[in-house]
């Protein structure tokens, strides 16, 4: 996807499609970690100790489920 940058008073802003904000569990409160190397821009929502802990339980439990299955499909 190609964006391009809007005109946002004396600045710029990137508009972050609907989307792309669901898929990131994100909306207009969500704050975001900004990064850059200088050459490209990571922009990252930033969570809440809890949700942290959810989404890592979550992958744990998949890990446990399908670890395996993933493993062998890898290979």
Known sequence: MIKNL???GNSH????DK????????GPETPFEV???G???VITPVR???HEKKFND?????HQRFGRAMKKLAE
Do not use: N
């Open 6 to 8: 809007t005109k946002h």
């Open 13 to 16: 802003a990137l508009i972050i």
């Open 19 to 26: 989307a792309i904000l669901d898929l990131l569990q994100a």
């Open 35 to 37: 990064i850059s190397d």
């Open 39 to 41: 050459r490209s821009l």
């Open 48 to 50: 809440d100790a809890e």
């Open 58 to 62: 979550a992958v744990e439990q998949v």
